[in-house]
Each structure stands twice: as structure tokens, then as C-alpha cells.
């Protein structure tokens, strides 16, 4: 059993950035893949971003490739989403997911364990 609880979301102007993080329960974090997804208002959860269990294979989406970046310290069991030159189509609640399994997917329905969210407003 895993729990989840994202932090860092906020205000930020277009071009400005947030760093999200997802911090763990559990003694075994460093078994899941661990992933970003976010869903802005009327519109479908989308994939982020996602990484692999020893941090070593990122996977992100078109969207953010280039702008995001998301580490981990398994350590510390959390998870981290760098977002820089954000831009107002980022607006969306951002949540953390884990996975039982060790392919990076960006299907949400592949994800065990999510956590409640944290909201992510960029104004123009």
C-alpha cells in the first residue's frame, strides 16, 4: 500500500515555474514507476511525465518535453516535477501516481495508487 500527497502547486505567470512534489508512505517506493498526470477543467487526465524505478528512464509527453522534468529520491520517497517556462495551457490539477509494474506507461488506468492533487494556475 502506497499513499500519496503532491505539494508545490500554485500562481505563476507564463513563462515562470513550479516545482511539484510527491511525497510517499510505504517501504518499498523505489518498486514503482512513478508518474505526473493532469487534467485541466472539461478536459481528459493527460500523461506528463513518468520515471523508472531507480530514476535512470524519464518518459514525458510532447507537451511539456523539453520544458518538464521529473527526478526522484527514493531515499527521501518522493518524487519530484520540475515545470519551467510554463505557459497558461499547463493550468491544470496535477496528481502523483505509483505503479506496481516497471514499463513507464501513459495510460492512467495502468497506475495502482494515486494521490488527491494539487492545483497548477498559470496565468497569462
Known amino acids: 500500500q502506497v499513499q500519496l500527497l503532491e505539494s508545490g502547486g500554485g500562481l505563476v505567470q507564463a513563462g515562470g515555474s513550479l516545482r511539484l512534489s510527491c511525497a510517499a508512505t510505504?517501504?518499498?517506493?523505489?518498486?514503482?514507476?512513478m508518474a505526473w498526470f493532469r487534467q485541466a477543467p472539461g478536459k481528459d487526465r493527460e500523461f506528463v511525465a513518468a520515471i523508472s524505478w531507480g530514476g535512470g528512464v524519464t518518459d514525458y509527453s510532447d507537451s511539456v518535453k523539453g520544458r518538464f522534468t521529473i527526478s526522484r529520491d527514493n531515499a527521501k520517497n518522493t518524487v519530484t516535477l520540475q515545470m519551467n517556462t510554463l505557459k497558461p495551457e499547463d493550468t491544470a490539477v496535477y496528481y502523483c501516481?505509483?505503479?506496481?509494474?516497471?514499463?513507464?506507461?501513459?495510460?492512467?488506468?495502468?497506475?495502482?495508487?494515486w494521490g488527491q492533487g494539487t492545483q497548477v494556475t498559470v496565468s497569462s
Open positions: 510505504g517501504r518499498t517506493f523505489s518498486s514503482y514507476t
Open positions: 501516481a505509483a505503479s506496481k509494474g516497471s514499463l513507464l506507461r501513459r495510460i492512467g488506468n495502468s497506475y495502482d495508487y
